[in-house]
Each structure stands twice: as structure tokens, then as C-alpha cells.
């Protein structure tokens, strides 16, 4: 596997992943901790609101039951006036069970447990006996009650809330009873349904066993659910919320109540999911909304990383294109910040001392350290230049004669000094442009551009005349010979010119020394 290398990667880009980096850490965590608050706070805020529903409808429905009751004790009463006329008892369960919606069927049934009259009348089961538990156990009871979810003797599934019906000398004549069908149309429905909100709450009642006895889905009444943890709770008469794992596996948020007089349980709940659903859909509005502001911030960092590496990425390149004599741009770059001024102050102090020391060994790579003049390396460069132009030119061999003589004579000092007095002299003798350089021990050389062989003779002879006539410190008088050739500036080149040169000099020593010569 290749190895990622961050050699590659521009400045500008790693200040913008890591600030990336950073800025979506930070915005991570804190949606993540947002999202962590908001999820406790929507699950409190929902168990409690839930918990306030059911205490609520626990509530209603006592006082509903309460009213049913009273209902049926009224009715009860009036049938026990004329508990033997059968058109009274008719047309009380008539307007019992017209008046108000309260219950599907109501019957009246005598102490033997015969039904004596029902309404509607449709219902096939006048002249029967109920032999069902929860209606014998009215007849022995002789009071006010509600059943428990049973079957009817026309095979509905019911409860029914009944009332003794005692006569004028105190004797038990049987009970009327209002059912309210659990499995089809009826008051619960009413009372409860309205509550049925359409963001997936919804509730539901048990008897004392846990039995469904109402629910939204109407197939489920009759179900047994006592398993469910805040049934149970409910059951044992306490009132509160919590989170809880439904029947069918769903995690569900629970508020539930006990309705004591009759030992049912309400339930409100709403699916884990719905109430999270919402804190989703608020959240990715968040995330939505802070997406300007995320595109800003990246903007930003990249603006920002470019300016900052700029000047860096210039720095680089400029000492990259540092020319052979240590100049570059780099004092021009804009280092606007800390770290930056401090690298161009120190490439600029660093180039500026490698220019200094390269204009220094250039210079004494080319020049004579004893007279100053160019030395032959320094000539080259010359000539190089002249050939390119195709500059014609005349070229002086100078050579001191008999200096072996005056080493001798004098010392090697004064041979130094006789040396560094004829250059000062060929140099004085120089004019603009032309080129003075010692090729080797005593022998010079001067180049003299644009100048053809006549003038050149005259200026060599000009020149051996004024330096016969110096008056050398120590040697006293010292004579030259010189060599002239001149080059066109096309024939040939300029270094067989100074061939040429060198054997007009040796002519010149040939005829006699302190002469000048051509070839
Ligand atoms: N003082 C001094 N002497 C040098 C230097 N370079 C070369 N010489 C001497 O120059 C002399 C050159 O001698 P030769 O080549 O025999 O020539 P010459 O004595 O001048 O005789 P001709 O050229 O034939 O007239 C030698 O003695 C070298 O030692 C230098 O830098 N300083």
C-alpha cells in the first residue's frame, strides 16, 4: 500500500482540511449533544404530556360511569313503581336508551333472572334467563354495578353497568342494565376517539384482568395485555409515565392512570418513533438552516489559507528561480504576518550574503590578486563576448624584458612592485572599453576593440616609449616588447589572434627586445 505523503499537499489545502476538519467536529458534537438534549427533553416533555392525558380521561370516564349509574338508579326507580306493567317498562328502556347515547341496549330482568323486556325490541331475548356470571352476580349483589367484558345472551360483547330495582316496600325486583357493546359503536368510542390525535398517540382502557376494553383499532378490544408493564401499574391503582416496550415489540412513551371505582386502567401513549420523528425533522431544519453559514465558514478558511500560504508558495518559488548570482523577487512578496517576515527577512539576509560572496570568488576567480587586473579566466569571459558580437579587435602581447634580471637583482619584492607599477601604467594608457588583463608572470595583455592594426601599432609603439621612460621604484628603468595582431571578426578566431599576438611578441624579443612587432 502507498504511503500518503503531505509533502504533496499545498499549504492552503491542509490548513483547509484540518480547519475543515475542525469546524465539522465541532458542528458534529454539537448536533450530536443537541440532538441528545432535545431527544431527553421531547421524551419528557411527551411522557408527561401523556401522563396528564390518561389521569385526565381516567377522570372523564369516572364521571361518565358516575352519570351512567345515576341514569340507571333514575330509570331503576321509575320501573319499580310499575315493575308489572309492561308498557312502562318498555317505554322507560325506550327513552333510557334514545335519550342519551350512552348505551346500545338496555334490559330489564327479574330477581329469577328472567329478561323481562329489552330495547331495542329487535334483540331476540325477552323471555330468556341470563345464565352469564356477571349477570347473576348483579342479582346477587342487589346494587348499583359494572360488569366485566362478557358476552351477551344475543352473543355481543359487552359491559354492562346495572342498577336494583326495589319496590316501594323495600323488595328486590330484578335490575336494569345498560350494555355498551365493546366490539361495535359506542359511547367509548365517543368519548375516547375524539381524543385520538393524528400524530400517532392514542389510547386505550383495560378492565381489572387487563382486557382491552377500548382501543383505536377495534380488533383488538377483547385482547388481553396485562403482560404490559404500565398495565400492571395502572392496575395497582398508580398514576405515571414511562417508556415502555409494547405487546408487539414497539418502544412506546406512556402515560397511564387507574380509574379505582371500577379497576380499569387508561393508557395514553405515542410510538418512540413519532415523538423522535418530529426531533429529526427539527433537527435537519437546523442542519438546513446552518448550511449558509458552513458554506461561509469553509469559504472563509479557504480565503483565508490561500492568503496565508501565498506568500509562502511565492517565497518558494522565488528562491527557485534564484539566478547564478543569488538574485531572485523575493523582497518583493508581501510576508504580511509573523512568521512569514520572518522567513523573507532571512531568505532576503541569505541571498544577499550568497550574492556578496559570489560577486566576491567571481572576482577573484578573474582578476590578479597582485596588480588587480583581469587574469586569463577573466579575459576568456571577455572574449567569449567579443567572438558573440563578432567585434573586430586589436590585441597588445606585453612582456616585460629581462625581468628574470630584476628578480634577481632587486628580489622577488621589487619584481612584485615593477609588475603592479606597468599595470597601473598599461591601465592609465587604457581607454573606456578597452581590456587590460596579466595572462601570466610578466606578460599582459591588452585588447583593444574596434581598433584596426595601424593604430594599434601606434598605440603599442606609444605605450613602450612612456614605459621606457617610467622611473620604476628601485629597478629604475624597465623596457617592454610588444606583439600586435588584429582579428576582423570573422576570420579565424580571437584565441588564434592571440597566437598571432604572442609570435609578434617573440619577434620582438628575437629583434632585439624593447620593440614592437607584428607577425
Ligand atoms: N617578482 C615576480 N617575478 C615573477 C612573477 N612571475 C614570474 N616571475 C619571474 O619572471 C621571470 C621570467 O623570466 P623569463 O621567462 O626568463 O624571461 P625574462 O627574464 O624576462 O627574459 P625575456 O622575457 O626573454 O626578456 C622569472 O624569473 C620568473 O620567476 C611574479 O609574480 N613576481
Same mark, same amino acid.
Given at each position: 500500500m502507498?504511503?500518503?505523503?503531505?509533502?504533496? $499537499?499545498?499549504?492552503?489545502?491542509? $490548513?483547509?482540511?484540518?480547519?475543515?476538519?475542525?469546524?465539522? $467536529?465541532?458542528?458534529?458534537?454539537?448536533?450530536?449533544a443537541t440532538y441528545q438534549v432535545q431527544r431527553q427533553l421531547? $421524551?419528557?416533555?411527551?411522557?408527561?404530556?401523556?401522563?396528564?392525558?390518561?389521569?385526565?380521561?381516567?377522570?372523564?370516564?369516572?364521571?361518565?360511569?358516575?352519570?351512567?349509574?345515576?341514569?340507571?338508579?333514575?330509570?331503576?326507580?321509575?320501573?319499580?313503581?310499575?315493575? %308489572?306493567?309492561?308498557?312502562?317498562?318498555?317505554?322507560?328502556?325506550?327513552?333510557?336508551?334514545?335519550?342519551? %347515547?350512552?348505551?346500545?341496549?338496555?334490559i330489564y330482568a327479574r330477581e329469577n333472572a328472567e329478561i323481562v323486556s329489552v330495547y331495542p325490541q329487535s334483540i331476540p331475548v325477552s323471555g330468556l334467563f341470563l345464565q352469564d356470571s356477571q349477570s347473576l352476580k348483579v342479582l346477587e349483589a342487589r346494587e348499583p354495578m359494572v360488569s366485566e367484558p362478557f358476552v351477551s345472551p344475543a352473543g355481543n360483547f359487552i359491559i354492562s353497568l346495572s342498577a336494583p330495582v326495589i319496590d316501594l316496600n323495600g323488595t328486590f325486583r330484578g335490575f336494569i342494565g345498560g350494555a355498551i357493546y365493546l366490539d361495535g359503536d359506542n359511547i367509548l368510542n365517543k368519548l375516547m376517539g375524539e381524543h385520538f390525535y393524528q400524530d400517532g398517540s392514542f389510547l386505550y382502557v383495560v378492565d381489572g384482568h387487563g382486557t382491552l376494553i377500548y382501543h383505536k383499532d377495534p380488533n383488538r378490544v377483547g385482547e388481553n395485555v396485562v403482560q404490559n408493564d404500565v398495565v400492571r401499574q395502572a392496575l395497582g391503582d398508580r398514576v405515571g409515565a414511562q417508556q415502555v416496550i409494547n405487546t408487539k415489540g414497539e418502544s412506546m412513551l406512556a402515560g397511564f392512570a387507574a380509574i379505582p371505582e371500577v379497576h380499569w386502567g387508561v393508557v395514553a401513549q405515542q410510538p418512540l418513533n413519532v415523538t423522535l420523528e418530529n426531533l429529526n425533522w427539527s433537527l435537519l431544519r437546523v442542519v438546513e438552516l446552518n448550511l449558509p453559514a458552513i458554506f461561509l465558514v469553509f469559504l472563509g478558511i479557504y480565503v483565508f489559507g490561500s492568503k496565508i500560504s501565498k506568500p509562502l508558495w511565492r517565497m518558494a518559488k522565488g528562491v527557485e528561480l534564484t539566478d547564478s548570482i543569488g538574485h531572485n523577487n523575493v523582497h518583493n512578496i508581501n510576508a504580511w504576518y509573523f512568521e512569514a517576515a520572518q522567513l523573507k527577512a532571512a531568505i532576503v539576509d541569505s541571498t544577499s550574503k550568497l550574492t556578496q560572496r559570489i560577486v566576491k570568488l567571481d572576482y577573484d576567480r578573474t582578476t590578479d590578486p597582485l596588480t588587480g587586473l583581469l587574469n586569463r579566466r577573466g579575459l576568456t569571459h571577455h572574449l567569449n563576448q567579443i567572438e558573440c558580437r563578432q567585434q573586430c579587435f586589436s590585441t597588445l602581447a606585453v612582456d616585460i624584458d629581462h625581468f628574470k634580471h630584476v628578480n634577481d637583482t632587486f628580489g622577488h619584492g621589487v619584481g612584485d612592485e615593477v609588475l603592479k607599477q606597468l599595470a597601473n601604467e598599461l591601465s592609465k594608457h587604457a581607454r573606456f572599453g578597452d581590456i587590460v588583463c596579466r595572462v601570466g608572470g610578466e606578460e599582459f595583455l591588452v585588447l583593444l576593440p574596434e581598433i584596426n592594426m595601424d593604430i594599434a601599432t601606434s598605440v603599442a609603439e606609444r605605450l613602450r616609449k612612456s614605459v621606457e621612460e617610467v622611473e620604476f621604484k628601485h629597478a629604475r628603468r624597465v623596457t617592454i616588447s610588444i606583439g600586435v595582431a588584429f582579428w576582423d571578426g570573422i576570420t579565424n578566431t580571437p584565441n588564434e589572434i592571440l597566437e598571432s599576438a604572442d609570435k609578434a611578441l617573440y619577434k620582438a624579443k628575437q629583434m632585439g627586445r624593447n620593440q614592437v612587432a607584428v607577425v
Open positions: 502507498q504511503k500518503l505523503s503531505f509533502k504533496t $499537499i499545498e499549504l492552503k489545502r491542509l $490548513i483547509l482540511l484540518l480547519a475543515g476538519f475542525g469546524v465539522l $467536529i465541532t458542528l458534529l458534537s454539537s448536533f450530536y421531547h $421524551i419528557q416533555k411527551t411522557l408527561e404530556a401523556n401522563r396528564a392525558y390518561a389521569t385526565k380521561v381516567a377522570k372523564i370516564t369516572s364521571l361518565f360511569l358516575d352519570a351512567s349509574l345515576q341514569q340507571l338508579a333514575y330509570s331503576a326507580k321509575k320501573i319499580a313503581m310499575h315493575f %308489572d306493567n309492561e308498557q312502562v317498562v318498555k317505554s322507560e328502556l325506550e327513552r333510557l336508551t334514545l335519550q342519551t %347515547d350512552t348505551f346500545n341496549a338496555t
